[in-house]
């Protein structure tokens, strides 16, 4: 805290030229700050500072105390906020002339925490060192009290004059001077009543006191009143009056003395007509009657007690609620009654009586046989035969108590039942007009539920600013609650940390007067409501899984079917450039035929991989080194304003793939599709990483599987892909490029590659923020040795050996016999399985068995199976539109098994039948 003193202080060190004069104008205003510090800390008014805005820029602990609030949190309030609108607009206005120059000093009354107080304030302008006024000081001195003191003199003072006017008798102030002489300075009103002079007449002359008083009685009274004002003890006499200047003969006069400064003695005292005291004695004797009457009748206990605590009268309920006789009661002493523990109660008893005339406590008594029982004790003074004593008044309460501990042990339960429901349980009021609900009453539950203190929920004005779904504001729920009947919804708590918290609730109106409380039960669903929308989404994922395999399956299915068509074109058209000399004008048209079948064959391949119908050679290897390889292509590939940037992991596990698959149709596809969504440039972001999937993961993932994977993130910072595009991403022919820029099949390829490698692929893009593949591929125990094919010459020898040749597809089987035949090789034709395992019989010897995979009646596994047994050294190539699971695992090719895809052209066919027929 820092005051306007600390101002000046640094001034005169910006302005300092001789030290030591400095020095000591510095001393002195430090000095000046800490007695303005603890004048500021120590004074008993409320002090405070505001700027021009008039907002609190410094307040002292007095002021804190009056609102209840730190410091902190008075600082930059306006008087509106502490005293109301009203209240605060007229503050502004007295303000406003101190900040004009004037000093205010003025009575106010404000409300503050719903009471009035009266304040004594004094404002002053607060002027900066060129006299500017920047704010003003203000000193508030609570009043309040004071001003109440004040009302209540004045109220006294109105109720004495009313007394003294109505008083039966009449009220007076004489006073006995040092030299004998008597004089009345004051006479109440009601004398006049009783044909006597008023105060004025009697204070001007004082001998009219000796003419109302009766000449035989004149020098008695004046020896009496002498005597006892030299004593200074009280007086209680009977006067005889002059009844020709009075319509009373007799009055008693009783009265106390107090000396003055003077050496004089002052009476005050009463003056009642004797008549009117004869009839008050009659009254109190009448009055006495009832009361035996009620106190012999009463039904609770009435004990009369000396001040020594003996027991000197007591009722016949008294008798009976403590077991004695009326004889017995009388002389027991209190504590003989009381239980031991309660003995100091007794003491408490008289004490109070003396100081406060009244007396209330529980305590515990005892009958005459021993036995206790709970009491309520209701004590007065009274005055019994002439003397002061106490009364009590005993109500037998046990069953009362009783009723109060099975009431407590009820509340008890049903406070357990509260804070152990799993259910938040509330109270709150509730506003018609503002729709407002504040909290009267919560569980435990309730409080967790909210994510705030159970004071941070007491102290707000309205639960409804905690939610960030609001029923309550609907009109439904306002109609029920004003017909008091019971409502039902769904609505969600904004907690602190940002969570959101659902939750059912119903809602008991009850109106107590003309106020509504909702009786609150809210059950936490957040669990049910993530886990239905956790449903909802592996519900999606699981239906787009489908769709994909059934995709898949039907790619894989038409690019089977179309690969034999596309080998009879291609072999057929390998056939006839064959047969063709090279000036053939028809050359060139059967070399596009063969061309537009390559490509279609390229297309099938993409298709069989999106299927995941592929024949693979996977090889256990780093994928680190194949990125390494692929950078410089890359690089090429995307162009040079494109920041290609990789981050190997480190010890990265080995995994299981085909690396021609990875390097050139995950890794580049996925290039060139970042390529095209950053025409002006951009950074493209290859890394991977070891990452283990969990069980929460997985079932998040209904595609994933849990274990141990090498991750694989391909990032870019292009245009980015909306939800719906995201939905569609992996489905062939799908593509956001023009038709002829794009078949449609990258990403599906490489959703088939990964997906046929026993791995998970994912996606995440926002529109303009670009995206993010990460594929998740399994890691490998360790690393083998890969099998690569050994160079092949190009050009083979005529063909000698003896081969079968089994194909169900008619077409396809006839340009397999011819290009083999053509190649000097004896073939042997068969549809079927069965014809040619017949075939085989009937021959013998056969060198070679070129079966497709999948045929009716027996597959080609099948086949070459029961062939090898009768004949264990041929040797068997399998041709197919795609692997099948007789030959395969997951489509993964084992070791030693030869196969040939379909389409493929003459040559291939032809290199691939030498090779098999050399191999040892």
């Given at each position: 805290m820092r005051f306007l003193s600390v101002k000046a202080n640094k001034k005169i060190k910006n302005q300092r030229q001789d030290t030591s004069k400095h020095k000591r104008a510095e001393e002195y205003l430090i000095k000046s700050e800490e007695y303005f510090r603890a004048i500021f800390e120590t004074a008993q008014d409320s002090i405070f500072i505001k700027d021009r805005e008039l907002k609190y820029v410094q307040v002292n602990p007095v002021m804190e105390r009056l609102f209840g609030l730190p410091e902190s949190e008075l600082i930059?309030?306006?008087?509106?906020?502490?005293?109301?609108k009203e209240a605060g607009q007229h503050i502004n206005e007295m303000d406003s002339r101190v900040l004009a120059g004037e000093i205010i000093e003025e009575e106010d009354t404000k409300p503050v925490h719903g009471s009035l107080y009266t304040f004594h304030v004094i404002k002053a302008p607060v002027r900066d060192s060129s006299g500017e006024i920047i704010g003003l000081c203000g000193i508030a001195r609570d009043i309040t009290d004071h001003k109440q003191a004040e009302k209540s003199l004045q109220e006294s003072q109105q109720k004495f004059a009313i007394m003294a006017e109505n008083v039966p008798g009449i009220l007076f102030r004489a006073v006995v001077h040092k030299d004998g002489s008597m004089t009345l300075p004051y006479v109440s009103p009601s004398a006049r009543k009783f044909g006597l002079y008023g105060a004025e007449e009697m204070s001007v002359q004082p001998e009219l006191l000796q003419v109302v008083i009766h000449p035989d009685y004149i020098e008695h009274f004046k020896e009496m009143t002498v005597a006892a004002s030299g004593k200074l003890e009280p007086i209680d006499w009977e006067v005889r009056l002059n009844t020709q200047f009075t319509n009373i003969e007799f009055i008693r006069v009783i009265a106390r003395p107090q000396a003055t400064a003077d050496g004089d003695v002052a009476w005050d005292g009463l003056a009642l007509d004797i008549a009117v005291s004869k009839r008050a004695e009659e009254a109190m004797r009448e009055s006495e009657e009832q009361y035996r009457a009620i106190f012999e009748s009463a039904t609770d206990?009435?004990?009369?007690?000396?001040?020594?605590?003996?027991?000197?009268?007591?009722?016949?309920?008294?008798?009976a609620t403590y077991g004695y006789s009326h004889e017995e009661m009388i002389g027991l002493s209190g504590k003989d009654i009381i239980q031991p523990n309660y003995y100091h109660l007794f003491e408490n008893f008289k004490e109070q009586i003396r100081t406060t005339g009244q007396f209330f406590a529980e305590s515990v008594d005892v009958r005459k046989d021993g036995s206790t029982f709970d009491i309520e004790v209701r004590g007065t003074s009274i005055t019994f035969k002439g003397k002061d004593h106490l009364m009590a008044l005993v109500r037998d309460i046990s069953e009362h108590k009783e009723a109060e501990?099975?009431?407590?042990?009820?509340?008890r339960r049903l406070r357990l039942i509260l804070e152990k429901a799993s259910d938040g349980i509330n109270i709150a009021e509730y506003d018609p007009r503002t729709y407002r609900r504040r909290l009267v009453m919560c569980n435990d539950r309730y409080v967790e539920m909210s994510g705030r203190s159970r004071e941070e929920l007491m102290a707000a004005d309205d639960l409804n600013r905690f939610a960030s779904e609001i029923e309550f504001y609907s009109q439904p729920f306002h109609e029920q609650t004003l017909k008091s009947l019971p409502s039902m919804g769904m609505s969600c708590w904004l907690r602190p940390d940002g969570e959101e918290n659902y939750y059912e609730?119903?809602?008991?109106?009850?109106?107590?007067?003309?106020?509504?409380h909702i009786i609150g039960i809210d059950r936490d669903i957040t669990d049910r409501k993530r886990a239905e929308e956790e449903k909802a989404e592996l519900q999606e994922q699981l239906r787009m899984a489908v769709k994909m395999e059934a995709i898949g399956r039907l790619a894989g299915g038409i690019a089977h079917d179309f690969n034999n068509m596309l080998a009879i074109i291609q072999g057929y058209a390998d056939l006839l450039l064959k047969a063709m000399s090279n000036d053939d004008r028809n050359r060139d048209d059967v070399e596009s035929i063969r061309i537009a079948a390559s490509r279609a064959a390229a297309l099938t391949r993409q298709l069989l991989a999106f299927g995941r119908r592929q024949a693979i050679r996977p090889e256990v290897l780093d994928l680190n080194e194949i990125i390494a390889d692929a950078d410089s292509m890359l690089q090429r590939i995307i162009g040079e304003d494109i920041e290609l940037v990789t981050k190997p992991g480190k010890d990265l596990w080995y995994v299981r793939v085909d690396p021609r698959q990875i390097e050139e149709q995950v890794i580049l596809n996925l290039a060139v599709n970042a390529r095209e969504a950053m025409p002006d440039g951009g950074k493209i972001t290859i890394a991977t990483a070891n990452i283990v999937l969990d069980e929460d993961y997985v079932r998040r993932h209904v595609e994933a599987a849990p274990g141990e994977y090498v991750m694989v993130v391909v990032g870019d910072t292009g245009t980015g892909m909306s939800e719906e595009i995201m939905s569609h991403v992996f489905e062939p022919f799908f593509s956001t490029k023009q038709s002829d820029k794009s078949s449609g099949l990258g990403l599906s390829t490489i959703y088939g590659i990964i997906k046929q490698s026993g791995g998970h692929i994912e996606v995440e893009s926002t529109p303009g923020q670009g995206s993010t593949f990460r594929m998740y591929l399994p890691r490998a125990e360790k690393p083998i040795k890969s099998t690569t094919d050994e160079a092949e010459p190009d050009q083979f020898g005529r063909g000698t050996e003896i081969i079968l040749v089994a194909e169900d597809e008619p077409s396809v089987r006839d340009l397999l016999c011819r290009i083999l035949r053509e190649a000097g090789y004896t073939v042997l034709e068969a549809s079927d399985g069965k014809e040619a395992i017949h075939e085989a019989t009937d021959e013998g010897r056969i060198h070679l068995l070129v079966t497709d995979v999948v045929m009716p009646h027996m597959s080609g596994k099948e086949l070459s199976d029961q062939i090898q047994e009768e004949h264990p050294n041929i040797k068997v190539l399998f041709v197919s539109g795609y692997t099948d699971n007789a030959i395969s695992h997951h489509r993964v090719l084992h070791k030693g098994v030869n196969f040939l895809a379909k389409p493929f052209t003459s040559a291939q066919l032809i290199r691939t039948v030498r090779r098999v027929l050399d191999t040892k």
């Open positions: 930059g309030k306006t008087d509106a906020e502490l005293f109301g206990a009435l004990l009369i007690f000396d001040f020594d605590g003996t027991v000197v009268e007591a009722n016949p309920a008294a008798c501990k099975a009431l407590r042990e009820s509340e609730w119903i809602a008991t109106p009850q109106k107590v007067g003309d106020k509504y």
